[in-house]
């Protein structure tokens, strides 16, 4: 099952990369946070292909995905959904809103407003919205990639530490370099669109994928030395905040999948 994980991590990375040149180990991150049940925030300038990885992940696996633009005026029913009443049978109806994907692509989140942002704290952590006081699940595997443009800052509102929190990864695509550039320039006409990329993995794959995972062996002196890490951040005196159990957490799952994912039924400290 571990070789039968790391062909499959592999051929996903390598699906992505058809269409995302010369960023393999963005592309192998942003696997790391979808088999970890993780969320994903990439804060770039524009045009260095943010967007298109969210959607190269989404086109990969055979999940439903959806995008939402936040804007200043995006309510946070546009984004959890709403409860409307039935005449027919004198009932109010739940009508899902745009969270209830596989992959969701929150663009450009810092635009979006407070009370806005504050719709996904409950769902990201979760796993859930609740709409009148009623829980509604959302379907897994669950995994919101959100951009932000760290330029241009008219109009934004920074994430607060809840919402960064609930993020496994923050990554800068940054500028290709120039070989890759001239391959995106040279394979326009004919390279695969994000749209044509063809379906590596379908949802029970992935959730038999993030569920083997769990059973990645973790020998006992690998839990001191990860919490020792994690502690160094609230101790470290250029952090003004350091991270939370919920780091622990998580950076735990993610490290179970990159042994997974170099084809090993163990973690070693490098990993």
């Not at 999940?63 to 984004?79: E, G, K, N, Y």
């Not at 394979?187 to 590596?200: E, F, I, R, T, W």
């Not at 994928?209 to 160094?232: C, E, G, K, Q, T």
Request: charged letters at 20%; proline letters at 8%.
């Amino acid at each position: 099952m571990v070789g039968r994980f790391a062909q499959l991590f592999g051929a996903l990375a390598g699906n992505i990369e058809r269409v995302i040149r010369g960023k393999r180990e963005n592309v192998e991150l942003a696997m790391l946070c979808l088999l970890s049940e993780g969320h994903l925030l990439l804060e770039d300038v524009p045009g260095v292909g943010k967007t298109t990885l969210a959607r190269a992940i989404a086109a990969s696996v055979d999940a439903q995905w959806t995008r939402i633009q936040f804007t200043p005026d995006l309510l946070p029913s546009d984004v959890t959904g709403v409860s409307i009443f039935n005449q027919a049978t004198s009932k109010f109806e739940f009508h899902p809103g745009p969270i209830f994907a596989n992959i969701v692509v929150a663009d450009e989140i810092n635009r979006g407003s407070p009370k806005t942002q504050s719709a996904l704290l409950e769902v990201m952590e979760e796993r859930r919205v609740s709409v009148d006081g009623r829980p509604q699940p959302v379907p897994r595997p669950f995994m919101v990639i959100a951009t932000q443009n760290p330029v241009d800052m008219d109009g934004t509102y920074p994430l607060p530490e809840a919402q960064l929190d609930r993020f496994l990864m923050k990554i800068s695509m940054g500028y290709p370099d120039h070989a890759s550039e001239i391959a995106v320039l040279t394979g326009m006409p004919s390279g695969p669109a994000v749209d044509q990329l063809p379906k590596v993995a379908g949802r029970e794959d992935v959730k038999n994928m993030v569920d083997f995972a769990s059973r990645i062996h973790v020998a006992p002196p690998l839990y001191d030395y990860l919490v020792h890490i994690v502690a160094a951040t609230r101790q470290h005196s250029d952090i003004r905040l350091g991270a939370s159990p919920r780091a622990s957490l998580r950076l735990l799952r993610a490290v179970r999948d990159l042994a997974a994912a170099a084809g090993r039924p163990y973690v070693v400290p490098e990993d």
